[in-house]
């Protein structure tokens, strides 16, 4: 049963966070936009330069910072969703893995498909998105 | 385990919202916890029972343990 005080409005603690959050991901997701653009026109990643890998690596930093941004989330928020961001996280790592194994298989039995790395990676970061979207709307 | 946190707080006159700021947590924990989906650490429960100025036990109770049964055997 709900009342005229259980509005969906968000408190302000959790206001803060949400913002804080923003200010940590946005960096670091306009930097991977960027740099992949960057990559995109400069890194001749089909050429046979040594520097091609170096470029090809250059995505990795503002990766790495989304993660930090994941990361210092974790810690700033309450312990239920702290539950709640973990289950999310754990559903992505099982489905990567799982897929991992499917396609490791596959790769096995000769099946020679290049996009397998970010087969594991999609299927990672949907079952993510979609378990902790399910977990949040509980 | 069940709780009175909802008719406490609107006893107050609070929002869940207010409550949550009260207590640093979000809106979304204290539903969770109003509906019993989640049941809070030993810290946050003893920080809504200070905030409710009421013992933690008759704030919270375990509603799959039969009274005067708690830590014996069942048979």
Same mark, same amino acid.
């Given at each position: 049963?709900?009342?005229?005080?259980?509005?969906?409005?968000?408190?302000?603690?959790?206001?803060?966070?949400?913002?804080?959050?923003?200010?940590?991901?946005?960096?670091?997701?306009?930097?991977?936009?960027?740099?992949?653009?960057?990559?995109?026109?400069?890194?001749?990643?089909?050429?046979?330069?040594?520097?091609? +890998?170096?470029? &090809? $690596? =250059?995505?990795? /930093?503002?990766?790495?910072? #989304?993660?930090? @941004?994941? !990361?210092?989330? %974790?810690?700033?928020?309450?312990?239920?969703?702290?539950?709640?961001?973990?289950?999310?996280?754990?559903?992505? +790592?099982?489905? &990567? $893995? =799982?897929?991992? /194994?499917?396609?490791?298989? #596959?790769?096995? @039995?000769? !099946?020679?498909? %290049?996009?397998?790395?970010?087969?594991?990676?999609?299927?990672?970061?949907?079952?993510?998105?979609?378990?902790?979207?399910?977990?949040?709307?509980? | 385990?069940?709780?009175?946190?909802?008719?406490?707080?609107?006893?107050?006159?609070?929002?869940?919202?207010?409550?949550?700021?009260?207590?640093?947590?979000?809106?979304?924990?204290?539903?969770?916890?109003?509906?019993?989906?989640?049941?809070?650490?030993?810290?946050?429960?003893?920080?809504?029972?200070?905030?409710?100025?009421?013992?933690?036990?008759?704030?919270?109770?375990?509603?799959?343990?039969?009274?005067?049964?708690?830590?014996?055997?069942?048979?």
């Amino acid at each position: 049963m709900t009342s005229d005080l259980d509005t969906a409005r968000r408190s302000a603690g959790g206001r803060s966070r949400a913002t804080a959050y923003l200010r940590d991901f946005l960096p670091g997701i306009l930097g991977y936009i960027v740099v992949l653009a960057l990559v995109g026109a400069f890194g001749d990643l089909d050429g046979e330069t040594p520097t091609r +890998f170096g470029w &090809a $690596m =250059l995505p990795v /930093v503002p990766a790495v910072w #989304l993660g930090w @941004a994941v !990361l210092r989330h %974790l810690r700033r928020v309450d312990e239920y969703e702290q539950v709640v961001l973990l289950r999310g996280l754990s559903v992505g +790592f099982a489905v &990567a $893995m =799982l897929a991992a /194994v499917v396609l490791g298989m #596959l790769a096995v @039995a000769g !099946l020679d498909l %290049l996009i397998a790395p970010w087969l594991v990676f999609a299927a990672g970061m949907t079952s993510w998105a979609v378990a902790t979207g399910i977990l949040n709307a509980r | 385990m069940r709780n009175s946190l909802r008719p406490l707080r609107e006893e107050r006159g609070w929002s869940q919202a207010a409550l949550a700021d009260l207590l640093g947590v979000s809106r979304q924990t204290v539903n969770a916890l109003e509906t019993g989906r989640y049941d809070p650490s030993l810290p946050l429960a003893f920080r809504i029972a200070a905030l409710f100025e009421r013992p933690i036990e008759s704030l919270f109770h375990p509603d799959d343990v039969l009274s005067g049964t708690v830590g014996q055997e069942r048979g």
